[in-house]
């Protein structure tokens, strides 16, 4: 089991005997400074679905109840959530699986940070577009972004970071959390990217609070 204090370490914090939304708010509430969902909740429930009635463009929407890619989560932002915090009371067979990214440079053939520092992205969300840069600094701590299904690679230096990516990712053995039970999460999502395995013939119900950069 870990606790509040492996966040710093692994990236990751697993906290047991978690049981319902306000305590996963408290949990929250303990390491950061919680960004609202636009509809003004803080905490937003999610429900696997086959993704029809979802946004377009979201996972949910384009993957269903498959498995869904490695990523960070609000990649789009401008800068993106600083951790995320999941909850799920329910025990659930789908796994949450994740990758640091200090593995990914671990076996990335020449420099991930220079390659990264040197390569642009294109964000497209139903919103907009914009530009990007797939690594960033805030108050001395450097981050990193990558979502596949809203970034493009947008000059040759991305285009040759993304495909370096992809391989490390396919190549790196990744972690994994088991959802049994009145569990929560805590994610450093600068520093790690999830993924989720496929649903199978269940109703998963997680809670997730997004908190600032
Ligand atoms: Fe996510």
């Known amino acids: 089991m870990l606790g509040l204090s492996d966040l710093e370490d692994n990236g990751v914090a697993i906290i047991d005997d978690i049981h319902s939304r306000a305590e996963v708010i408290n949990l929250a509430k303990s390491v950061g400074v919680?960004?609202?969902?636009?509809?003004?909740?803080?905490?937003s429930t999610l429900?696997?679905?086959?993704?029809?009635?979802?946004?377009?463009?979201?996972?949910?929407?384009?993957?269903?109840?498959?498995?869904?890619?490695?990523?960070?989560?609000?990649?789009?932002?401008?800068v993106p959530a600083r951790y995320v915090v999941m909850g799920m009371f329910r025990k659930s067979q789908c796994?949450?699986?994740?990758?640091?990214?200090?593995?990914?440079a671990g076996v990335i053939s020449s420099?991930?940070?220079?390659?990264?520092?040197?390569?642009?992205?294109?964000?497209e969300?139903?919103?907009g577009c914009k530009y990007t840069s797939p690594i960033f600094c805030r108050n001395g701590v450097l981050g990193?972004?990558?979502?596949?299904?809203?970034m493009k690679p947008a000059n040759g230096h991305a285009k040759k970071l993304h495909g370096e990516l992809l391989a490390a990712m396919g190549a790196i053995e990744p972690k994994k959390i088991h959802w049994n039970g009145n569990k929560a999460v805590v994610f450093d999502n600068?520093?790690?990217?999830?993924?989720?395995s496929a649903v199978k013939n269940e109703r998963r119900e997680l809670f997730r609070i997004y908190l600032e950069g």
Do not use: Q
């Not at 420099?111 to 964000?123: H, P, Q, T």
């Open 34 to 43: 919680i960004r609202p969902h636009p509809n003004g909740e803080d905490i």
């Open 144 to 150: 990193f972004r990558f979502d596949p299904n809203v």
């Open 190 to 196: 600068w520093k790690n990217l999830h993924s989720r």
């Open 95 to 104: 796994t949450t699986n994740y990758i640091s990214f200090c593995d990914i």
């Open 125 to 127: 969300t139903f919103e």
């Open 47 to 78: 429900k696997s679905s086959d993704g029809k009635n979802s946004l377009p463009g979201t996972l949910s929407n384009i993957y269903g109840l498959s498995a869904f890619p490695f990523h960070t989560d609000t990649a789009f932002w401008g």
């Open 111 to 123: 420099d991930f940070r220079s390659m990264a520092e040197k390569s642009i992205y294109l964000v």
